[in-house]
């Protein structure tokens, strides 16, 4: 099976940074696209930046220069440094990894970013 483990959230005061980390577990042939999604308190899950396997990245406008999605291929993992937080980033950080010929999703790590 797949497992993704997510690490690194916490509770953080405005403008500053926080490193997630997504480990993929199991036995992996090739892992596509890796993402990052949150989802606020009362709101739907929604995109926050992608990477695929090449290195070619998107953001939300949201957390554009703000955040910055990376991956270590030899390890399977994927990260996301967050610098300049803000209360409006405080939201459940669920990493996504495309294996074909489906997606996975890790349990969620909790961001709170005090004002």
């Known amino acids: 099976q797949v497992q993704l483990v997510e690490s690194g959230g916490g509770l953080v005061q405005a403008g500053g940074s926080l490193r997630l980390s997504c480990a993929v577990a199991?036995?992996?042939?090739?892992?596509?696209?890796l993402g990052w999604y949150r989802q606020a308190p009362g709101k739907q899950r929604e995109f926050v930046a992608i990477i695929t396997k090449g290195g070619a990245t998107n953001y939300a406008d949201s957390v554009k220069g703000r955040f910055t999605i990376s991956r270590d291929n030899a390890k399977n993992t994927a990260y996301l440094q967050m610098n300049s937080l803000k209360p409006e980033d405080t939201a459940v950080y669920y990493c996504?990894?495309?294996?074909?010929?489906?997606?996975?999703w890790g349990q969620g790590t909790r961001v709170t970013v005090s004002s």
């Open positions: 199991g036995t992996i042939f090739s892992i596509n696209d």
């Open positions: 996504n990894a495309a294996v074909y010929p489906r997606n996975y």
